[in-house]
């Protein structure tokens, strides 16, 4: 069975892990409707990266309204925290 977040660390927020999952999905959503495009030759490549650094993009705005959330970036390399726990999306 899986174990909750706060399981795994007490610093867990779940309604905070619950707004960056949204945020994760909506910007894979909005990219996938409004972008991706396979009869184009649009593959898995290419919106993956797409989406990659979309969602970073979105998650460091976000930071400036989440204090609980923290981004370290260097090139494609991000570190993500949340509540001060690293979350590495790489």
């Known amino acids: ?5 706060s399981e795994i ?3 867990f927020n779940e ?3 619950t707004l960056l ?3 994760v999905r909506d910007v894979r959503n909005d990219a996938i409707d409004n972008v991706f495009d396979p ?5 898995r490549w290419g919106i993956g990266s797409l ?3 979309r969602t970073i993009n979105k998650i460091e705005e976000s930071c400036k309204n989440w204090p609980w959330l923290r981004v370290q970036r260097h090139n494609l390399y ?3 925290f949340v509540d ?3 979350l590495n999306l790489s």
């Open 1 to 5: 069975m899986l174990e909750k977040p």
């Open 9 to 11: 660390d007490s610093r």
């Open 15 to 17: 309604e905070h892990l």
């Open 21 to 23: 999952g949204k945020l």
């Open 39 to 43: 009869t184009k030759g649009d593959g």
């Open 51 to 53: 989406i990659y650094n």
């Open 78 to 80: 991000c570190l993500i």
């Open 84 to 86: 001060g726990i690293p």
